[in-house]
């Protein structure tokens, strides 16, 4: 049974930084791409960041460009979105997916079939 389980989330002020964690098991093999995620009240799911397990440049959202990182660590199957300088609109649900992805086709919410609960990460201004 595949699981995908984040950690992390919190309420930060403005300019802080929160780190997130998705741990993933039973995840398979032909799941190339782990993504983040996020939806805020009224608005649709937003691609933030995605990594292959295999190596590779990341992808990151336009939003979130300079300020995130996503990162992953094999060993443990656990996939990190480090979040700096944080502002009141990165105020969302985040979600860790996974997925078999092409280059073309990883910024879509569509392209992934397993996601995680969800973290609610709340930055005040």
Do not use: H
């Not at 930084?17 to 190339?32: E, F, H, K, Y």
């Not at 997916?97 to 969800?118: H, L």
Request: proline residues 2%; positive net charge; charged residues 15%.
């Amino acid at each position: 049974q595949a699981q995908l389980v984040e950690s992390g989330g919190g309420l930060v002020q403005a300019g802080g930084s929160l780190r997130l964690a998705c741990v993933a098991s039973g995840l398979p093999r032909s799941r190339n791409r782990m993504g983040w995620f996020r939806q805020a009240p009224g608005k649709e799911r937003e691609f933030v960041a995605a990594i292959s397990w295999t190596g590779g440049s990341p992808y990151y959202g336009d939003s979130v460009k300079g300020r995130f990182t996503i990162s992953k660590d094999n060993a443990k199957n656990t996939v990190y979105l480090q979040m700096n300088s944080l502002k009141s609109e990165d105020t969302a649900i985040y979600y860790c997916a996974g997925g078999w992805t092409a280059s073309s086709t990883t910024t879509y919410a569509s392209s992934y079939d397993y996601w995680g609960q969800g973290t609610q990460v709340t930055v005040s201004s």
